[in-house]
């Protein structure tokens, strides 16, 4: 990370989202590299994370939405430190947001631990903020939140800023 503590805004970005969760499909407007996850639960992600991190030849931004949040923070603690030290931030949407959809095999009590690089996470209410707590994970009440890009220009250390012209205002209520 910079000395200033900003995040360089020309690193690639990886968007982790469960593909059966409708709400996550707006990420993909900002996706850089994309990891779906389907079915296989939390190891079979993680080994997909582990490798599109591994093959990366810079530091990346991790932006995940629901139970792809739960899959990052698995990955961060069971993967190798090279691995995650390639992690400049991470941003995680609405990780609370998609239990109350998702299957037997993704429902999995994730790391109560903090994790090893800088993370935003946006979302409502006090489990939540508890969540962004353990996580070591700056807390963002989702609601004035307008876009995945206000997120990214946030973990970049501009809070003030707006997605750039054509860039569609994505809700996170929803």
């Known amino acids: 990370m910079p000395e200033n503590g900003l995040f360089d805004p020309s690193l690639p970005t990886l968007t982790i989202y469960d593909r059966a969760d409708r709400p996550a499909r707006s990420l993909l407007a900002h996706a850089g590299q994309i990891i779906e996850l ?10 997909r994370l582990d490798e599109a991190v591994r093959l990366t030849e810079r530091p990346v931004i991790l932006v995940a939405h629901g139970i792809g949040c739960f899959a990052v923070t698995w990955w961060a603690r069971l993967s190798p430190a090279s691995y995650v030290e390639k992690v400049a931030g991470a941003v995680f949407v609405r990780p609370l947001g998609s239990a109350v959809t998702a299957s037997p095999e993704q429902l999995f009590a994730g790391p109560r631990l903090r994790i090893a690089f800088p993370s935003i996470l946006a979302d409502t209410g006090a489990d939540a903020a508890a969540l962004a ?7 963002l009440d989702s609601t004035p939140v307008r876009s995945i890009g206000d997120l ?4 970049r250390g501009e809070p003030d800023a707006v997605p750039a012209a054509g860039n569609p205002l994505l809700c996170l209520a929803g």
Request: no cysteine.
């Open 38 to 47: 389907g079915g296989g639960g939390r190891n079979l992600w993680a080994a």
């Open 133 to 139: 707590r353990d996580w070591g994970s700056r807390f």
């Open 152 to 155: 990214l220009a946030s973990l």
